[in-house]
């Protein structure tokens, strides 16, 4: 066992680190005020290849894909300075550009990854409707074949990165049987007649990503646009989760670093009683239960980043270290703004944004209850 980086991993932790610190940490609350992605942070991450992390250099990636620890480790240090970031490029490589070049044909990636991996095509994926979220198998968005076509009505809400999003794989009712062996993943681009933007969503928190409603009005899509197999959607919707899980924990790993690195320098400043008030035993406490929750998470994660490199099964590992990393994220910003006091309730402090952020976490790509259904159904031998 070893539990070392590679220098290949570190230097892409250090130059992802400071770019963060250099683009991203300056423009982060006010992103979150306006509720937008800041347009030059945009620009860079994309010349960065920030888009195409987890794709081979032959589609336009950054050629991480057999490398998801580094996957994992750019997301937690982009995660560490923004959640809405984190969020942005995590969702938009793991449950959009990585499912093409997994599972797609050489046509779809020539024509769908590419533009994704280079960051062209904003990428998002769409499966939650107002009935089907922890039941993802409750689809009702139809998809009714017409000669070499498929004609989408429906609509999906809460899709991160939906208002931008030019590329989406969409999760349709491909037949009428009423099973869930009736879903089928559909390829969509943004330009295609009768798609159109609904909602966007105000936010409590990770308000600068972009998560709106989406309108499927007789669009239509031809057979060569389906991911996979006609009717094996709702097992492939799992399985693009299995590894977006991974991805979101590594995105709240960063967050409860962030919180925790905010809550020490804070309580090495501030002084009570003629103190600092890292004096004190119960701010200490404090610290080391979130410092143990982080490293617990991020041995969790990298675990399962490391099953996958391995061509082993991740989806037990990755389920448990969303729910690690998303649990210990919110009791890391929870304690991380107690220790701040009043100061942490104000917007000059980071942690008052990162407390906001930290539930989504908990809640998308399946809650913390559907992570512990999917982890004891492992244990009990179901899956
Ligand atoms: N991979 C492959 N197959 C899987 C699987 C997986 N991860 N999980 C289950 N299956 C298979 C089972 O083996 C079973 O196969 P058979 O029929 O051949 O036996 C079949 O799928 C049905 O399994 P279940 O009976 O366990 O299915 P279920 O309906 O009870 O649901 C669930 C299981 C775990 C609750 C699943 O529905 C789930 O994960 N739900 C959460 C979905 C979710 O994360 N939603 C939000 C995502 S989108 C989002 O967050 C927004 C965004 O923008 C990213």
């Not at 309730?345 to 809650?367: H, S």
């Amino acid at each position: 066992m070893d539990f070392e980086l590679t220098e290949k991993q570190k230097m892409i932790r250090k130059l992802t680190r400071e770019f963060a610190e250099e683009y991203i940490a300056p423009v982060a609350e006010e992103s979150d005020r306006i509720q937008e992605l800041d347009p030059t942070v945009m620009k860079k991450m994309k010349e960065l290849n920030y888009f195409g992390t987890c794709i081979p250099e032959e589609y336009g990636g950054a050629g991480l894909h057999d490398d998801t620890i580094a996957f994992a480790i750019i997301t937690e240090e982009i995660g560490r300075i923004d959640a809405s970031w984190a969020i942005t490029t995590g969702v938009h490589c793991s449950v959009c550009a990585y499912p093409i070049y997994k599972y797609g044909t050489e046509e779809q990636k020539q024509k769908f990854l590419i533009p994704v991996a280079k960051g062209e095509k904003i990428g998002a994926f769409l499966l939650t409707e107002a009935n089907a979220g922890s039941d993802a198998g409750g689809v009702q968005m139809t998809a009714e074949k017409d000669g070499d076509e498929w004609i989408l009505n429906g609509s999906k809400i809460f899709a991160t990165n939906g208002g931008i999003a030019e590329t989406m794989l969409v999760v349709a009712k491909s037949g009428e049987k009423g099973s869930r062996k009736e879903l089928t993943v559909f390829i969509v681009n943004s330009d295609t007649p009768g798609y159109s933007v609904g909602v966007k969503e105000d936010k409590l928190g990770c308000r600068a990503s972009n998560t709106s409603e989406l309108v499927f009005d007789n669009v239509r899509v031809p057979d060569d646009q389906i991911l996979g197999n006609i009717g094996g959607g709702f097992k492939l919707g799992l399985q693009i989760l299995d590894y977006g899980r991974i991805v979101i924990a590594a995105q709240c790993l960063g967050l409860a670093q962030g919180c925790l690195e905010e809550a020490i320098k804070y309580a090495n400043e501030r002084e009570q009683f003629g103190v600092k008030i890292a004096k004190f035993q119960g701010i200490q406490w404090k610290i080391a239960d979130m410092a143990t929750d982080v490293e617990s998470s991020r041995l969790l994660t990298y675990r399962a980043a490391w099953l996958c490199d391995q061509g082993q099964p991740y989806g037990l590992a990755g389920s448990m270290a969303k729910l690690v990393a998303s649990e210990a994220a919110m009791n890391a910003a929870h304690q991380a703004l107690q220790i701040h006091g009043g100061y942490g309730l104000m917007k000059a402090y980071p942690v008052e944004r990162y407390f906001r952020d930290a539930k989504l976490g908990e809640i998308y790509e399946g809650t913390s209850e559907i992570q512990r259904l999917v982890i004891a159904s492992h244990m009990l031998r179901k899956r």
